[in-house]
């Protein structure tokens, strides 16, 4: 259902499947996988190394959840659950190896995990006639893309979310929405 190659070394590579579990795969060996993750109970939609932290990865799916990896253990480390819908997009921070944004289908969350592990620091309520399906942070400004139903992008500025040095965070980011 999904892929996504690792940041340092493109060799390995993670895939999502409609069973629920994650494989790591390497393109020098196609006849078995090199690990296999269990940890989902429905379809996973998405996977996504962390591109700060290399070890440790995203995976969210059709059971409502989010999971955070890291590649040497096959137990997760963090479950992360959405209360409303499935999870369909996650996306690592290009600027923070502690923070991600995921979508499901009623919301955009940002995630901040020196901030907390339990919720959001953020989130954003989509319109009651679309629903988000994609997430994207921009590399070279603080603006986060997000897709929807319609086949629209919204553009949200990011203002006021924790340094990274910080340990805390003045929670007002993902304000304002410039498209």
Request: with cysteine; proline share 4%; glycine share 6%.
């Amino acid at each position: 259902m999904c892929f996504d190659f690792h940041p340092k070394d493109t060799n390995f590579y993670l895939a999502g499947t409609e069973e629920g579990c994650i494989h790591q795969c390497s393109c020098s060996s196609n006849g078995q996988f090199l690990k296999t993750y269990r940890g989902h109970k429905g379809p996973v939609y998405k996977v996504a190394w962390n591109p700060l932290s290399t070890d440790m990865f995203l995976s969210c799916s059709a059971d409502w959840s989010i999971i955070l990896w890291h590649q040497d253990s096959q137990t997760p480390v963090l479950t992360f659950s959405s209360a409303s819908a499935f999870v369909h997009d996650v996306m690592w921070s290009p600027k923070s190896a502690f923070m991600f944004a995921a979508v499901n289908e009623s919301r955009v969350e940002i995630w901040d995990l020196r901030v907390s592990i339990l919720e959001p620091v953020l989130s954003r309520f989509a319109n009651p006639t679309v629903k988000f399906t994609s997430v994207l942070f921009a590399k070279n400004t603080d603006c986060l893309l997000v897709g929807d139903s319609q086949g629209e992008v919204g553009v949200f500025l990011l203002q006021n979310l924790a340094a990274p040095n910080t340990l805390h965070s003045s929670a007002r980011g993902l304000l304002l929405n410039t498209s």
